[in-house]
């Protein structure tokens, strides 16, 4: 398989980045000073050593990554101009573009691709992104050489948005540690295609166009200033009273409801598909009634999806069948999605032995939430449980790190969770389902402890398969395996939305949403 | 007792105070199941078991639990209040960095409660039967039991959207250009909505409070005396009246500038004010100890040394305070 993609003249790039969002088929206008908005406050700015989208919404327009990704899962030349992936498998070239500096006006070069690459993988909470990367050779000035121990489809995600950051070798290779390194929060020297006017805690994150951006033209915009607003209803206020032009990963499914009514706002859930976060009811699949896949599968007949579609998201989230979110390419629809059915669930829980006692209960469970947010469901898995025989108890925890605890240390039979994609499933999607990662006291590892050998060598032969198609059937036999033993049972998709005034052009709907560069993004006049 | 060895024993107790508030406070924090690497994988979206155990060895959480007591309370003493795990700064730099936007906040908000206090309570306190009276205690009420969250919404809701004369977040506009008179009045723009919600309860307290003592004091003998005199009403309740009712006032005054602290965490929150209370808030929720710590430590320094000044000063205006002390 040669998977070579022809380079690209900028002016060819640039007509077909007008030509993908056509949609608005409008002539960008430069200058002005787009005001978005950041939910918290980010630890600091470096995505190469701290993961989150809170760091990926400044991270990346300060850093670009060799590739970008379009609203179709196409990857586009960024920082490399055009890569290369040899027969094997087991070499990826990038041919960097030769005018990219950094905002210190130090040229980029391969150099720093490879201490990049070091850095991500030695300091990156995300092993997996990098794990088979042995080497990378820098045969010349804009050539970089990666070289892989077994095939790794999910690198081209890898080395897109905000996880893979192309960082100064100069900077931040000066022997401090990088994850403390101080100019990750002020003197940031990026590679992107604005730099950092000033990053002030709890206040906002300030960036300027950076004039020597190496793609010709861009950025539009001459500034974005990113306010950091807590409390989602103050920001909701402040995109309807028009003081902000932009908010990303919304979630208040009142706030969104009630800005859909804003004549001057656009609200969307698109760009949300890479990020793929997915609520799911999880199992404790080795202790107690849940063991039993019959009686996870009665539980799940038991629960009514659409309930809590309709009335605890009120429509703002989508269904989600399995561990992929349905908006990756390699999500499978044609899994049971168990609907409601309570006369499946009582049958299938007394062929578990699960008989009935004379008050009509069957047993006693436990869920757990991690965060208020998710409250809702828990109350209803307990209400909706009540009518087949089991009686909940819906265990509070009074903060994060209590819940982490317990779930962690796999003290919980239930826990309504929340788990991102983070790209290729790879990155996000086996960690959930691989035996190997049954890791006591860590959270989001296989905390339900499920074993399944086959869907082991599943997710070990489509995480190195580079043929697409044959990966894309490993993981349909994943899904369907997963979605027969449940040992989660996914829920819905986050209510991720994106809102934004519609003086806004081009808003950010990539797969990556915020985390990705907004160096065509405007403002109309 | 001498003023001075008043003063040398309070500041003994003081340090007694400060040191079992340290070990205290590190104790229960320690208590608390989880910790930091937790949030941090959360931060992260996930992290692996070896990334979450190197957290821990970098931030000394692997060793045993009086090692890092007395880690802890020997940097306190030396001035230190360590390294906050969350932002990688040090804990007096972000607690320094923070401090003036609170004081602005909190001082502005107990003086409007005040002022304004005093005032709503003499007036109910002149006419108690009156219906103006009634609606002082219903306003004061109201004040009081409301949620400062929701009040804060509320005026959101009413004056950044409804009527958008005011902005929603936030102690500037980083897009406005101009000299200091420019920034000042910006910041006092933003001010507006946080200082109302912050003073309503205290507004409430300082009214209710004011309006009893006046009235007990508008009923005493040398009120009638003064009336007597044929001085004329103002000159009775604002000269007379008023100094000798507002003694319980001041020390309540005194007292509330611990519950401030608190008051603004959650305004801060609402109002995304860059203070201490947003700092609070965030490390508490990041399990961030040395900051919460840091915090917690440096309340209880306001908490002694505001009690301290209360104390003092009601000694110098009330000579009956103390006197058989």
């Known amino acids: 398989m040669r998977n070579f993609i022809r380079s690209l003249t900028l002016a060819t790039a640039l007509v077909s980045a007008v030509a993908s969002t056509s949609v608005a088929a409008e002539e960008p206008t430069k200058g002005g000073t787009l005001i978005s908005v950041l939910f918290q406050t980010p630890r600091h700015l470096n995505p190469a050593v701290q993961s989150g989208v809170v760091t990926g919404a400044p991270g990346a327009q300060l850093f670009a990554a060799p590739i970008r990704y379009d609203e179709d899962w196409t990857p586009q030349p960024y920082l490399a101009e055009s890569w290369e992936t040899s027969d094997d498998g087991l070499t990826v070239t990038l041919k960097l573009v030769k005018n990219a500096v950094f905002h210190d006006g130090k040229p980029i070069t391969s150099e720093d691709v490879a201490f990049s690459v070091d850095t991500i993988k030695a300091n990156h909470p995300f092993k997996s992104m990098f794990a088979p990367v042995t080497a990378v050779e820098t045969p010349d000035v804009h050539t970089a050489v990666l070289k892989l121990s077994q095939p790794h489809p999910a690198l081209m995600l890898a080395m897109s948005s905000q996880l893979m950051p192309i960082i100064p070798k100069h900077v931040y290779g000066d022997g401090q540690d990088p994850k403390s390194h101080p100019q990750n929060s002020e003197n940031v020297v990026g590679s992107g295609p604005f730099k950092l006017t000033e990053f002030k805690r709890d206040e906002h994150v300030i960036l300027e166009r950076f004039d020597k951006f190496f793609m010709e033209g861009r950025p539009y915009l001459d500034k974005i200033v990113m306010r950091i607003i807590k409390d989602q209803s103050a920001g909701s206020i402040g995109l309807e009273n028009g003081e902000i032009h932009l908010a990303t990963f919304m979630n208040t499914v009142r706030n969104i409801n009630r800005m859909k009514k804003n004549e001057n706002l656009t609200v969307t859930p698109d760009g949300y598909a890479a990020i793929g976060a997915i609520d799911w009811l999880a199992f404790n699949t080795v202790e107690g009634p849940t063991a039993d896949p019959k009686v996870r599968q009665a ?178 036999e994943f899904q369907e395996i997963t979605a027969n033993e449940l040992p989660v049972y996914w829920l819905n998709t986050l209510p991720y939305h994106t809102v934004y005034n519609n003086k806004v052009g081009n808003p950010p709907l990539g797969i990556w949403a915020s985390s990705s560069p907004m160096d065509k993004v405007f403002l109309k006049k | 007792m001498n003023f001075v060895s008043i003063i040398f024993q309070r500041l003994l107790y003081a340090a007694l105070l400060l040191t079992a508030v340290l070990v205290l406070n590190f ?297 058989k002390g």
């Open chain 2, 27 to 323: 104790s229960m924090m320690h208590l608390a199941p989880g910790d930091i690497a937790d949030t941090i994988a959360q931060a992260n979206g996930g992290a692996d078991a070896e990334v979450m155990e190197q957290i821990r060895e970098d931030y000394g959480l692997d060793q045993p639990f009086p090692i890092q007591l007395a880690k802890y309370v020997g940097g306190v003493l030396s001035f230190d209040l360590g390294y906050s795990f969350f932002y990688n700064q040090p804990v007096t730099t972000l607690i320094f960095e923070k401090l003036p936007a609170t004081l602005l906040l909190v001082i502005t908000s107990q003086l409007l409660a005040l002022v304004v206090g005093v005032l709503l309570g003499v007036f109910s306190a002149r006419n108690p039967k009156g219906a103006s009276s009634y609606f002082v205690t219903l306003f004061a009420l109201f004040g009081y039991s409301a949620p400062v969250f929701w009040t804060g919404i509320l005026l959101l809701i009413a004056f950044s959207l409804k009527i958008p004369i005011l902005p929603v977040a936030g102690m500037r506009d980083v897009t406005i250009e101009g000299g200091f008179f420019i920034h000042a009045l910006d910041i006092a723009r933003h001010m507006v909505l946080p200082v109302i919600t912050l003073s309503s309860i205290f507004l409430a307290l300082y009214s209710r409070l004011c309006r009893a003592s006046m009235m007990e004091v508008l009923g005493s003998d040398y009120i009638r005396t003064a009336k007597a005199k044929g001085l004329s009403d103002a000159q009775v309740t604002y000269k007379h009246a008023l100094k000798n009712s507002m003694s319980p006032v001041v020390t309540l005054a005194g007292i509330q500038f611990s519950a401030v602290v608190s008051g603004a965490v959650l305004v801060e929150t609402v109002f995304s004010w860059p203070g201490l209370g947003s700092l609070a808030l965030q490390s508490i929720v990041a399990r961030d100890t040395p900051t919460i710590l840091g915090i917690l430590f440096f309340s209880a320094l306001v908490v002694i040394v505001g009690n301290l000044l209360t104390d003092l000063v009601l000694r110098m205006i009330d000579p009956r305070v103390g006197s």
């Open chain 1, 299 to 476: 539980i799940a007949y038991a629960v009514d999806k659409n309930f809590i579609h309709k009335a605890i998201m009120l429509g703002t989230a989508a269904d989600a069948k399995t561990g992929i979110h349905p908006g990756s390419p390699l999500y499978n629809s044609d899994v049971n999605g168990y609907d409601l059915d309570l006369d499946k669930a009582n049958a299938l829980l007394d062929e578990a032995g699960k008989k009935k006692d004379a008050t009509g209960t069957r047993f006693g469970l436990t869920i757990d939430f991690g965060w208020p947010s998710v409250k809702p469901q828990a109350e209803y898995v307990k209400a909706a449980l009540k009518k087949v025989g089991i009686d909940v108890t819906v265990r509070s925890s009074p903060d994060f790190p209590t819940w982490a605890k317990r779930i962690g240390g796999h003290d919980f039979q239930m826990t309504i969770d929340t788990v991102f994609n983070w790209g290729d499933p790879a990155i996000g999607v086996h960690r959930t389902y691989q035996s190997s990662n049954i890791k006591k006291g860590v959270i989001w590892s296989n905390t339900q402890q499920y074993k399944n050998a086959r869907v082991d060598e599943l997710l070990e032969l489509a995480g190195k398969e580079p043929d697409a198609a044959k990966r894309k059937a490993l993981y349909k």
